[in-house]
């Protein structure tokens, strides 16, 4: 455990302003992590916790019968050490299609790093043994580099640093530290049900993978490791990679990534979807992908990377999010006794802030102004979609369709389905933060309107 102790106290002083969440389940290896804590780096280095906010905190599940007692017996141990407790009880979504294994996970994760709002130091109890069985269960998976590099020591849990400092220790040596202590502990009897994925590996493949090569556990430990290593080179070149090809406009350069072989191309892509904390996409995809940036340049091709959508407008490929079809969104402007108005535009898109205008008024650069003869009769409407009218935009001297229009402004063609576009009387009035049509400019009626589109943050 030396070294662990080692990893916790290069922690605290590193970190001397963080506070520490331990994880704890009530398993041995949580309660050997919670003696290691409040016992061994209080005798050795006791200036480390003083002062320092320390919290015991346990997830409830709700998904063993023996839950609640789990709960009662991690509140007793932080009771016996001194320390707060914090018991989060989640609820898992069993029909989302996800395996109850990873949605647990996720859960646990998101309680943990809600427990401060500031950043924390979270620990949790995972040891060499679970190190394997995670390397496995990314074999099965077909797993890259990046799956196989298993778990690091320390690694980033949004704002907080999450570390596992019993990680090079094996099962049975915690079992044997916690004996030897005579510490006490729970036992999740669902951990002997190998339908479970992890539990087979654990309770049928380890056996006897272990029983012919006694340091298979220490190996696979070393091959994440190289796996880490492998995956700090590969994001290196893809940051470089990137750079060359990452564009103001948040585009990628299509003519800069032309230049790449398919395994370049893949992990800049996969590179840029991290930095946007977006789903993976698999190989099939990104082949896609590549195949389709290939066809003709007058056609905009859009393929699914995992949750989002990659599209091309002329030599630029954007990423964007699964888009809601909201061609039948229709809204009436009401607008109150003092001239205000607002309108909820859908799937995040943000709002329409209607407000009076008058010769003071403050218009920043997203606002435009007009004007519209307004009665009961001619009301102003929103709506996303159009027939193609021609119109007279402020800033040409002649009329063209509105297709036309929106194609010389350079707006993606995708985007141009989630323009609003304002009505009055089945006439197009403007598109906000775009242009107003000629008859509806601010000096043609009396009744002057400011809209500013809020978008959504």
């Known amino acids: 455990m030396k070294q662990a102790i080692s990893q916790l106290t290069t922690l605290c002083r590193d970190y001397p302003e963080h506070p520490l969440v331990i994880a704890f ?17 209080n005798t050795s280095h006791p200036a480390l916790l003083v002062n320092r906010e320390i919290v015991l905190c346990h997830i409830h599940h709700g998904l063993s019968p023996d839950a609640d007692e789990w709960l009662s017996f991690a509140k007793l141990q932080s009771e016996a050490k001194g320390i707060s407790f914090r018991g989060i ?10 395996s109850i294994e990873a949605l647990a996970r996720d859960a646990r994760y998101q309680s943990l790093a809600s427990v401060f709002q500031t950043p924390a130091i979270i620990l949790t109890g995972h040891h060499l043994n679970d190190q394997a ?16 590099s298993g778990m690091a020591i320390t690694s980033s849990l949004g704002q907080h640093l999450l570390c596992r400092p019993l990680l090079n220790v094996s099962r049975a040596d915690i079992e044997a530290y916690a004996n030897e202590r005579k510490l006490e502990w729970v036992t999740d009897s669902s951990n002997a049900d190998s339908k479970f994925d992890r539990n087979f590996i654990r309770n049928q493949v380890l056996p006897i993978v272990t029983e012919r090569w006694p340091s298979f556990v220490q190996t696979t430990a070393r091959s994440a490791a190289l796996c880490r ?13 990137l750079n060359k090809v990452a564009l103001d406009s948040g585009a990628l350069d299509l003519i800069a990534l032309s230049a790449f072989s398919q395994a370049r191309f893949n992990n800049v892509i996969r590179f840029s979807l991290a930095q946007k904390n977006t789903e993976m996409p698999s190989q099939a995809q990104l082949k896609e992908l590549l195949t389709q940036l290939g066809s003709e340049g007058d056609k905009v091709p859009a393929v699914k990377l995992g949750d989002v959508w990659a599209r091309r407008f002329k030599q630029e490929l954007f990423f964007t999010p699964d888009y809601q ?5 229709n809204a009436d ?23 009076p205008f008058s010769s003071s008024s403050n218009t920043d650069k997203y ?19 159009h027939q193609n009218p021609k119109v007279s935009p402020d800033y040409r001297d002649r009329s063209r369709p509105l297709k036309k229009v929106l194609q010389e402004l350079n707006i993606p063609i995708w985007e141009r389905t989630r323009l609003p576009f304002i009505y009055c009387d089945d006439e197009l009035v403007a598109v906000p933060s775009k ?4 008859p509806f400019l601010a000096s043609e009626h009396l009744h002057k309107v400011q809209v500013h589109w809020r978008l959504a943050e």
């Open 435 to 438: 242009f107003v049509c000629k």
């Open 133 to 148: 069985e995670t390397l496995l269960l990314a074999l099965k998976r077909g797993a890259g580099v990046k799956g196989l």
């Open 333 to 355: 402007v009401i607008f109150d006794d003092t001239g205000h108005s607002i309108v909820q535009l859908p799937d995040g898109l943000g709002q329409l802030v209607f407000t």
């Open 25 to 41: 389940s009530g398993g041995v290896d949580s309660q050997v992590l919670l003696h290691l804590v409040c016992e061994c780096l």
């Open 229 to 241: 290593e492998n995956q700090l080179l590969v994001d290196e070149l893809a940051e470089q990679d």
């Open 89 to 98: 009880k989640v609820s898992l979504d069993l029909s989302s299609g996800e």
């Open 367 to 385: 606002a435009i102004v007009f004007s519209a003869p307004l009665s009961p009769e001619n009301k102003l409407n929103i709506r996303f979609t």
């Open 325 to 329: 079809d909201i061609s039948d969104f």
